[in-house]
């Protein structure tokens, strides 16, 4: 994801790059000490908590590097996967692998880095793991039920709690710092060891929790992309007017006849009333659907003219204001008077009877445009622009 995906990193490449990454993140578990058992399990006994610190400390820089990035609208966090949650199944499936965790001292991630060195407890918890899925795989029939119980589908904790997500971010933030304290207070407590850290450590404890907590605050103020472009187009699209121009029907029915291949035509209405009348070759993205990832790479061809249009001039020019604000094509126009005028006066305009507050040349153009836009939309026939499909991408650990 993000900038470097498709351009960049192809689906060859991205699995040459997932398995550098695998050794990489096997590499840094071991040398953590993320092998020993002992280590692991000192989690449940409370004499040793570097798992959950490792865990806050992934967490929290995951979640604020992707705020940042969707900040500065490198990645859509639309398009991150989120996996559903069964409550019920959730509950039993966490209590099964918490006992095995205890019993065993491993979770899967971290057997395998230690069945890697030659760890024979390790290979052992590994054959119990893959027993364990044979056992399930087999037996999913008769679970079903009990699995996909308690469905409470793709939730987010923060909008689960009806918390924004910076203000969240921030809390989370705080909270991950709050259990460093004290989980090394415990430590020392339950091994009977006293922390001393030199003067020069403890500045630079400090200097990491200090720049924690700026950055967490800063998250409180930093929506994504599509979220400020969105705001900007419902308080300032009024003042749009003053930097995307506005196109008459006669200029764009002149431009559609001797340049079509220069425009981009956006129809912004219902696919209903895309279906029952459109300008030839416009593209229906309905208004709600502008922000949706797939659509970038069309409205960003830098080598056309993007001109919207809607029934009315208010949507169309707060589309294109949208399309603006989130870095498209710069180069943009709106048809002035909506659809409904240009298609009454250009589209079907009424060849049989007289325009007295017409001029005859413009009377003249009107009905050569009629016709040759007829035909275009003949030549044009079923053609649709063609999109890349979005898919998001399942997985996690």
């Not at 981009?264 to 659907?289: M, T, Y």
Request: proline content about 3%; overall charge neutral; glycine content about 10%.
């Amino acid at each position: 994801m993000g900038p470097l995906v498709p351009e960049i990193i192809g689906n060859n490449l991205n699995l040459i790059i997932a398995f550098l990454i695998g050794i990489a993140f096997g590499y840094t578990l071991e040398q953590a000490g993320f092998s020993s058992s002992r280590r692991l399990a000192g989690l449940f006994y409370g004499y040793d908590f570097v798992v959950l610190r490792v865990f806050f400390t992934a967490a929290v820089t995951a979640m604020m590097g992707l705020i940042v990035l969707s900040f500065l609208g490198w990645i859509r966090l639309d398009l991150i996967y989120i996996n559903p949650t069964f409550l019920t199944s959730a509950i039993i499936g966490g209590l099964i692998m918490g006992l095995g965790f205890i019993l065993g001292g491993f979770c899967p991630g971290t057997s395998v880095t230690a069945a890697a060195i030659g760890k024979i407890d390790a290979i052992a918890f590994l054959v119990g793991i893959f027993t364990g899925i044979f056992i399930f795989a087999e037996s999913f029939p008769l679970i079903r039920d009990l699995y996909t119980s308690g469905n409470l589908g793709n939730i987010l904790v923060y909008e689960s709690l009806g918390v924004p997500r910076g203000v969240f971010a921030f809390g989370l933030t705080v909270l991950a710092i709050a259990a460093f304290i004290v989980t090394s207070r415990i430590e020392s407590r339950i091994n009977g060891e006293e922390r001393t850290e030199s003067p020069l450590l403890r500045r630079r404890y400090s200097a990491a929790v200090g720049v924690a907590v700026v950055i967490g605050f800063v998250l409180i103020f930093m929506p994504d992309k599509t979220s400020r472009a969105l705001n900007t187009v419902e308080n300032h699209w009024q003042d749009a007017g003053q930097k995307i121009k506005k196109m008459d029907k006669d200029e764009l029915a002149m431009m559609l006849i001797n340049d079509e291949n220069r425009l981009l035509l956006v129809d912004v209405r219902s696919a209903g009333e895309f279906e029952q009348s459109h300008i030839p070759l416009a593209v229906n993205i309905p208004f709600g659907k502008l922000t949706d990832v797939q659509w970038r790479n069309l409205l960003k061809d830098r080598r056309k003219t993007n001109i919207f249009y809607a029934t009315d001039t208010e949507t169309a020019l707060k589309a294109a204001l949208l399309s603006v604000e989130l870095g498209d094509n710069g180069d943009v126009r709106i048809l002035d008077e909506g659809f409904d005028v240009f298609n009454r006066e250009i589209l079907t305009f009424d060849v049989s009877n007289p325009h007295e507050k017409l001029s005859v040349d413009l009377e003249q153009f009107r009905r050569d445009a009629r016709l040759k836009l007829e035909e275009l939309a003949a030549r044009a026939g079923g053609t649709t622009v063609q999109v890349k499909e979005v898919r998001k991408i399942k997985g996690g650990c």
